[in-house]
């Protein structure tokens, strides 16, 4: 672009007085039909456990799920993103592919009672696998393709359940073809796969670990998650995962990442959900808590950042707080 504006005929604040005309020029807005929201689902009757580090989330039981599904839906939300947090673990995460597995309950119970909401279905097996990585291991390492092969039927497992989108996790190689011929092969050429393609070996997942009960129990995940210094191997990952099926693409975490998701936008044009992951969501309650900063104008200002570097689709765990602004500002 090429600006020939000076002062003093161009004034940029002439256009900040009014809120009217600030309005008029808003280049990003976030809107709720925006929104993921992540949930944890859990064994047993009436358990609403709340996780610490994370205020104002739970691990919750099939049925106050379904309740909590119901008031996220009132409030505009559409949309859920599923984890779970199984009865038994073994060594490599088969547990999460049986039909009454945790999740698969859940979906079904959510669906009898609110077939509208969109379900999506996070696939990969550091919940369900007792050493907590996201694979089968051998020799100390996490087997790449022998894991591809209990992801494709989780997969499967979690569509036949009632699942309206798959969402690998896993960062093995080649796991969106293996899952899209899975889900092909099964009569499910319509579901549509949203793929953590950037997704980063990051700090910022601490609270989701204490959320899932997910921790590694030995080593990290620096072998098969991306290391936070790359952005040209993200750009990569991203490609492979477009090549091999992959409907959305997603970068995590999102608010040190947003360089990758101006880049991951402009390159490939595709929709992309960025995952406001939740040691993200907890530093800006903490430091609320302590009356730091002004939490609602925070949140907005952040998720409002990931709308300007190009991103379609948030998932947070602000989405309920979000959906809540949203209808306030709305009445003002
Ligand atoms: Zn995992």
């Given at each position: ?31 709720v ?20 580090s ?34 038994h ?110 997704k ?43 090549e ?21 936008k ?17 530093m ?49």
């Open positions: 672009m090429n600006y020939k504006a000076s002062f003093p005929q161009t004034r940029l604040r002439r256009l900040r007085y009014s809120p009217v005309v600030r309005k008029m020029v808003t280049e990003s807005s976030v809107f039909d925006d929104l993921i929201m992540p949930l944890f689902v859990c064994p047993g009757v009436n358990v609403q456990n709340p996780i610490k994370m205020p104002g989330n739970f691990q919750l039981s099939v049925d106050n799920l379904v309740k909590e599904c119901k008031v996220i839906f009132d409030l505009g939300v559409k949309s859920v993103l599923l984890f779970g947090i199984p009865e673990k073994d060594e490599d995460g088969t547990v999460a592919c049986q039909h009454d597995g945790i999740v698969q309950k859940a979906i079904r119970a959510i669906k009898k009672e609110l077939p509208e909401i969109f379900i999506v279905a996070d696939v990969c097996n550091c919940e369900y696998t007792v050493h907590g990585h996201c694979g089968t291991i051998v020799n100390n390492d996490v087997d790449n393709d022998l894991t591809l092969v209990t992801l494709a039927k989780q997969s499967v497992s979690l569509a036949k359940a009632g699942a309206d989108m798959i969402a690998p996790s896993d960062m093995m190689d080649g796991r969106i073809s293996a899952v899209r011929k899975a889900l092909d092969e099964n009569g499910f050429v319509k579901i549509p796969i949203m793929s953590y393609a950037a980063y070996a990051s700090g910022f997942y601490g609270p989701f670990r204490d959320a899932a009960e997910s921790a590694p129990k030995f080593g990290d995940r620096a072998s098969y998650q991306m290391n936070p210094a790359n952005s040209d191997e993200a750009m990569r990952e991203i490609a492979l995962d477009i091999e099926g992959a409907d959305i693409v997603m970068v995590k975490p999102a608010m040190s990442y947003l360089d990758v998701v101006y880049r991951a402009q390159m490939f044009k595709m929709p992309l959900a960025v995952y406001n992951v939740s040691g993200e969501f907890s800006v309650k903490a430091a609320a808590a302590n009356g730091w900063i002004d939490e609602k104008r925070l949140m907005m200002e952040i998720v409002t950042s990931f709308k300007r570097a190009g991103a379609d689709i948030i998932i947070t765990y602000f989405a309920k707080d979000i959906a809540k602004f949203i209808k306030e500002k709305q009445k003002k």
